[in-house]
C-alpha cells in the first residue's frame, strides 16, 4: 500500500519545478518591491489571501472529516494533511504584510487618524501593534491543530492504536470552532480594514465557506490526479468523487446564499456607512467581473453538478474543481483591489506574479509533505469500516 516510485518521481519533479517558478517569481516581485512599493504590498496581500485560503481550508476540512468519518474523507485525507501542514511556510511569508501594515491600511497611518474620529474611535483595536499581536495568536491557534491532527495521524500510521482515532475525533468539534473564530478575525484584520468605515457581520463567514470552497476543489483535482496510482486506485470508485462532488456543490450554493444575504441586507438598509463597499465596486468595470464571477463561481457550477453523471465522472469534476479554483481567485481580486483601485479595474504585473511566487513555494512545501506518508491511512481502523462493505 505503499506508493510507487512512479509517482514519487512524478511529485518530485513537479516539486522542483514549483520551486523553481516561485523563487523566480518572488525574486520579481522583489525588484516591484523597489520599484512600486505601494502596489509591491497590495498584490503580496492578495497572492497570500489565496493560498493561506487552502492551508486554512484543509484544517477545516479535517476536523470535519474526523467527526464524520466518511469515506470521502479518507481519500482526501493525505491531501488535506499535507496542505495543513504549510501553515509554518505562510507564517514566515505572513512578515511582509506586518512590515507594509502602514502602506495597505489608512488606519495604521498617523496623521489619517488624527483627522479622522472614527478612526480615532477604533484605534484600540486597529493599531500596528494588536494587529501583529493578533496575527500571532492566529498562527500559533493554527499550528497547534495542524500539528495534533496530522501528528497523530502519522503516529497512527507507525502503531495503529485505535486510542489516537478517538483523540482525532474529540479535537474535530473544537477545532472546527477555533477555526471559524480565528478565520473570521483574521478576515476581518486582514480584508475588512481596508475600509475601516465598513462593515459586515456575515463577511468572515464568508470567507470561512470560500476557504472551505477553494479547499474541497483543490484536494477533489489532486485525487483525479492521484486515482490511477496506488494505493489510491485500490479502493477510489465513482462514488466517491461523487460524494465529493456533492460537497463542492453544497458549498457553492452556500458561498452564494452568504453573498446574497449580505447584499440583500446592506441594499435593504440602505445606510450610508454600509452601501459604498457595494457602490465602489459597481462601476468602473469592476461590475463586469461580478457578473463573471457570478456567472462561473455560482450558476455554471450548480448546473454541472447537479447532473448525477458530471458527478461519478474525475476528469469532468476535475474541470469543475479548475474552474472553482480559478473564480475563487477572481472573487478574492473582486473583494480586495476596489479597496486599492478606485477609478476603475485596473490590473498590475505584480498581481499575476506575487501570487504565482507565493504559490510556488506553497505548491513545492505542500508536495514535499505529500510524500513524505502513505496516500491512505492505512491503520485507522475507520478506513477498514468505512471500507468493508466494498
Not at 15 to 23: A, E, F, P, T, Y
Request: contains cysteine; neutral net charge; charged residues 15%.
Amino acid at each position: 500500500m505503499e506508493k510507487s516510485e512512479n509517482i514519487e518521481s512524478q511529485l518530485g519533479a513537479l516539486q522542483k519545478k514549483s520551486l523553481v517558478i516561485g523563487v523566480v517569481a518572488l525574486a520579481a516581485c522583489a525588484f516591484g518591491a523597489f520599484s512600486n512599493s505601494e502596489q509591491f504590498y497590495q498584490s503580496y496581500l492578495f497572492g497570500y489571501l489565496f493560498w493561506i485560503g487552502i492551508a486554512l481550508g484543509s484544517i477545516a476540512l479535517l476536523s470535519l472529516h474526523h467527526m464524520v468519518a466518511g469515506e470521502w474523507g479518507f481519500v482526501i485525507q493525505r491531501v488535506l494533511e499535507s496542505g495543513a501542514r504549510t501553515v509554518p511556510l505562510m507564517a514566515v511569508l505572513v512578515l511582509p504584510i506586518l512590515f507594509g501594515v502602514q502602506e495597505l491600511y489608512v488606519w495604521a497611518q498617523p496623521d489619517v487618524v488624527a483627522a479622522d474620529p472614527i478612526l480615532q474611535h477604533k484605534e484600540a483595536y486597529l493599531n500596528p501593534t494588536f494587529f501583529g499581536v493578533r496575527t500571532g495568536i492566529f498562527f500559533l491557534i493554527w499550528f497547534v491543530l495542524f500539528y495534533l491532527f496530522t501528528k497523530w495521524s502519522g503516529d497512527q500510521d507507525k502503531s495503529g492504536d485505535p486510542a489516537l482515532t478517538t483523540r482525532l475525533e474529540r479535537l474535530g468539534g473544537p477545532a472546527i470552532l477555533l477555526y471559524v473564530l480565528t478565520v473570521t478575525f483574521a478576515s476581518i484584520d486582514w480584508v475588512m480594514s481596508l475600509d475601516p468605515h465598513w462593515f459586515s457581520t456575515i463577511f468572515g463567514f464568508m470567507f470561512v465557506v470560500g476557504q472551505a470552497l477553494l479547499t474541497l476543489a483543490f484536494a477533489t483535482l489532486v485525487v483525479s490526479r492521484l486515482a490511477g496510482q496506488e494505493p489510491i486506485s485500490n479502493v477510489i470508485q465513482r462514488k466517491h468523487f461523487h460524494d465529493l462532488g456533492n460537497l463542492i456543490l453544497a458549498f457553492v450554493a452556500l458561498w452564494a446564499y452568504m453573498g446574497v444575504s449580505q447584499f440583500l441586507i446592506i441594499w435593504s438598509g440602505n445606510l450610508p456607512e454600509e452601501i459604498p463597499w457595494y457602490l465602489q465596486r459597481s462601476h468602473g468595470g469592476w461590475q463586469w467581473l461580478a457578473i463573471f464571477v457570478v456567472l462561473f463561481h455560482f450558476a455554471v457550477p450548480f448546473v454541472l453538478l447537479l447532473m448525477r453523471r458530471n458527478k461519478r465522472k474525475a476528469n469532468i469534476l476535475a474541470r469543475v474543481a479548475i474552474g472553482i479554483i480559478i473564480m475563487r481567485f477572481f472573487d478574492l481580486y473582486w473583494i480586495l483591489a476596489p479597496n486599492f483601485h478606485l477609478d476603475g479595474i485596473t490590473i498590475h504585473w505584480l498581481d499575476i506574479v506575487a501570487p504565482v511566487g507565493i504559490g510556488g513555494l506553497w505548491l513545492a512545501v505542500f508536495l514535499s509533505n505529500l510524500k513524505g506518508r502513505p496516500l491512505l491511512p492505512i491503520k485507522d481502523p475507520r478506513l477498514q469500516e468505512a471500507f468493508q462493505h466494498d
